[in-house]
Every structure is written in C-alpha cells, then in structure tokens.
C-alpha cells in the first residue's frame, strides 16, 4: 500500500522507495565497558546500499546502581548481543529495510524465526498505522554473517527477585504485595520520571535496592523521524524483558516479575489482529519463557503477577492501599511533567475505573477535575465502551471492563437517589443494551484468568491478597 510522507531532504518519499534507498539494515556490533560508576554499552547499526555511503546509529545503555557481581562479565555477551536485537527494532523501523543482516553475532534458524514472529507481532500498530501490509512479500528477511556463537549459560547460586518499576498503578500494586520479599528484591528504572521515584520511596526502597538505566536514543534517528521518515510504535515491554534479563545476568537474580494483567491479551484491532499491548501479553510471556529457557539462561525464571486480574480488580485493590492514589501516574501525556493531563483515553479509563471505590470529590481532586463529566470528552468515552470505529492505541482495559465499571457506577448513583455522572447517564440512554446487571458485573469483577505463569510460591501470594468482594451491598 503506498503511503506519501513529507519532504525528507531525500526527496518525496514513502514506505516502497524507502526500502529501495536503504534496501541493508546491518547490525555491526555491540561493546561494553565497566566504568567508574556505570556499565557502558555501545551498539552500532547502519542502514543503506553499502556501509560507505549509509546512516549510522550508535545508541547507548548505562546502568547505574550496585557494583556487578564478581564474575558475572564473564557471560555477559549473549545478553548484550539479544538486547541488541530488539533495541534494533527502533532503528530499522525507519526505512523497513528488506534485508536485516546481523554481524554482531550469528542465530539459529528457530532463533530467527522466533525474532521474525516478535518484529512482525510487536510492529503490529506500527504496520497499521502507517498503511503498511504486515504480510508485504519480503517485508522482513534475517540473515547473519558472523562465526560467533552464543549458547544458553548456567548461573548458579541464583537468588531474589527483579521488578521493573514503571511509575504506573500495575508496578505499585506489584511492590505491596512484594513487601514481604522486600530485602531479596532489586527494582530497576529505565530513564526514570518523578512517579518512579515516588513510587520507590512510597515504599522506602533504599538505593542499593535501584538499578537505574539510562538508554539514550540516537539523535540522528530523531531527526529522520522530523524529516518523514517512518515512526511509530515499538514493543516496549519487550525491550524491558531483554534488558531486565540482562541484570538478571550481571546480579544473579531468580526472577523477573512484570506487572502485566489480563487485558493486555485483548487485540486492539481485533479485525487485524494487531494488539497495542503484544509484548505485554500472555502469548509473548510464553514465547519469551521458551526463548530464556532455549537461547539464554534455563535457570530464570520470567512471568506476571498480576496476569490473572483484571483491571477493575486491580484498581478496587490499589484504592484500598492508603496514600496509593496520589504516588503514581499512568498518564502517557504528562509522563515526564508530572500529573494527570485529563484529556487522555489513559487519564479517562484510569479514572473511571477508580471512581466506584473512591470518593467522588477525592478521585476528581487527584486528575484535576470530574472527568465523567466532561461533555467533551464523550467520543473518547465510547472509545473505551466499544462504541466507537476505533479503540485508542493506549494500554486500556477492555471494553466489557469499561462497561462494568460505567454500569456499577450507574447502579450505585440509581441506588442512593443520584444522578448519574453525565457520561453514564449519556451512555445508557443512547445505549441501554450496554447497561450490565448486577449479576453481571459481579460475574466480571470475579472473573480470574486462568492463563498464566505464575511460580507456585507466587500464586499463593496473589491468593493470599485478592479476596472475593460483594461490589453491592445488598
């Protein structure tokens, strides 16, 4: 499908002659040193007809915290060399290059064909976007040209547990009921923002306890996405998932523990198959889980806590947490400013969700005002119904999760004699097929996902915490 993009300084440019211009992506080589006070890593790519005349990309990791465990460089490059292969993804996107040639380091067929599969699922909204057919004959072809192999490594003496801290509700329910882990636990922050930070002291992590990343994007990829060239959305959590197996590696920790839920299952274009959340659903837990095992290190162990709960369950149990409301911040919009920008489909489903355990005038005073009753934002509401031709391209429950939500407030305001809040109220007299039972909603608040991953040790911990609730009193 042939898209026209704006003036590049290459001239008038699209998707076809974009990959006739740049028809190589090479992924040359990844370096490291362990400096001073951080851990330096250095990847180079380029992309072009021939390395003379090409873009080079030279993207950087540092990771800041505690001292490297003794010995542990020592099986460092074949988790370098994988991190580098995803972090690969944000730089080819740009010219989608038919050709990916990886000099770095060589990989087995079924190693390939597992990238292929995460390039092709995790670029979903990317694809999509930018009117690109994912099956495009010859879209993305992989070959290496390199003798070094890297095989799957033994760690032994393996303890504790690494959480990946985002700032966001899913990571703060994670640390609660991680408490009693508390001194077997190393939580690490990729270029981290005030709601990380308050977070971690909310639950007075000390600093040995942090690992602090800072990735730094290459200025040049920049300017080619102000120029035209292509741009999108890139499977984030994935690159979390390498790069927290690499700290694994280098502190010989045991577990990765994501705070991924339920809904991240849920395609955002079912149509198309494509899913907003692809590296932060089961299916890629999965997949990962058997890349571990087979390609880096059988000893580690990677899953979700929260899988089997959804969102509405996850926001009755944050509100009951004191203080919980006012630490993290789940809006994309307002990420590194602070707060909650109060036009977002992010800020609109966080809200709602929260508003049938929480006070009314405390909920509105955290967002900066009463979202459900905001005339303006009602398009975006049925967005978030199942009303709409498109789901927002954001991290969001699902739409039954949004229906019972608007359904139990609509109860609850019927029940004490109150008026709806005007979305609601708007939403059901358009839509009254919508309006859930209470029987219903019951049934989807204790709804429990069955797919998950979770260590035996782990399941009792979520057991131990989430407890069957009657959402109304009678």
């Known amino acids: 499908m042939k898209m026209d993009y704006v003036s590049s300084g290459i001239g008038k440019t699209d998707f076809l002659q974009l990959r006739k211009l740049y028809p190589l992506f090479v992924f040359s080589r990844v370096s490291w040193e362990n400096r001073l006070d951080h851990l330096y890593i250095e990847y180079e790519f380029w992309t ?131 408490k009693e882990e508390k001194e077997n636990n190393l939580c690490f922050l990729l270029n ?59 502190y010989k920790i045991k577990n990765y523990v994501a705070s991924q839920e339920s809904s991240a299952n849920h395609p955002t274009v079912p149509s198309e198959s494509i899913n907003h959340q692809y590296s932060k659903s089961y299916e890629f837990e999965r997949d990962f889980q058997k890349f571990l095992a087979d390609s880096l290190c059988p000893s580690f162990s990677y899953f979700s806590l929260l899988r089997p709960l959804s969102e509405i369950q996850i926001a009755r149990l944050i509100s009951e947490i004191p203080g919980a409301l006012s630490v993290f911040q789940s809006c994309n919009k307002n990420r590194h400013c602070g707060g909650w920008c109060g036009h977002c489909a992010k800020c609109l489903f966080s809200f709602l969700i929260f508003r049938p355990f929480v006070e009314a005038q405390k909920i509105s005073g955290i967002f900066g005002s009463d979202l459900l009753e905001k005339q303006s934002l009602f398009s975006l509401f049925l967005s978030l119904c199942g009303k709409a031709e498109q789901r927002p391209f954001e991290c969001l429950g ?77």
């Open 48 to 178: 072009g007809k021939n390395s003379r005349n090409a873009l080079f990309f030279r993207p950087s990791l540092k990771v800041y915290g505690r001292p490297i465990e003794k010995g542990s460089a020592e099986w460092l490059d074949p988790f370098l060399f994988q991190l580098g292969l995803i972090e690969l993804i944000s730089y080819w996107k740009a010219t989608c290059s038919p050709e990916i040639l990886i000099q770095a380091g060589s990989l087995a067929a079924s190693q390939i064909k597992w990238w292929q599969k995460l390039y092709l699922k995790g670029l979903g909204e990317f694809f999509f976007r930018n009117g690109i057919e994912r099956d495009y004959p010859g879209i993305l072809h992989i070959e290496c040209d390199s003798a070094k192999q890297f095989r799957p490594v033994e760690i032994f003496s393996l303890q504790g547990n690494l959480i990946p801290v985002g700032g966001g509700k899913d990571s703060f329910l994670t640390l609660e009921w991680m």
């Open 192 to 250: 981290p923002i005030k709601a990380q930070w308050d977070t971690l002291r909310y639950f007075s992590y000390p600093l040995d306890q942090v690992i602090v990343v800072e990735r730094q994007i290459d200025s040049l990829l920049l300017g080619l996405n102000k120029k035209g060239f292509l741009n999108g959305h890139t499977p984030f959590s994935a690159l979390l998932a390498f790069l927290g197996t690499m700290l694994m590696a280098l």
């Open 398 to 474: 699902t739409e039954e999760e949004s229906l019972a939500a608007a359904s139990l407030l609509w109860h609850k305001a019927k029940a004490t004699g109150k008026k709806p809040p005007v979305l609601i109220e708007k939403l059901f007299s358009q839509y009254p097929h919508l309006l859930m039972t209470r029987n219903a909603i019951q049934a989807t608040y204790d709804l429990v996902n069955t797919e998950h991953s979770l260590p035996k040790k782990f399941l009792s911990l979520l057991q131990k915490n989430v407890i069957k609730k009657a959402l109304f009193d009678d």
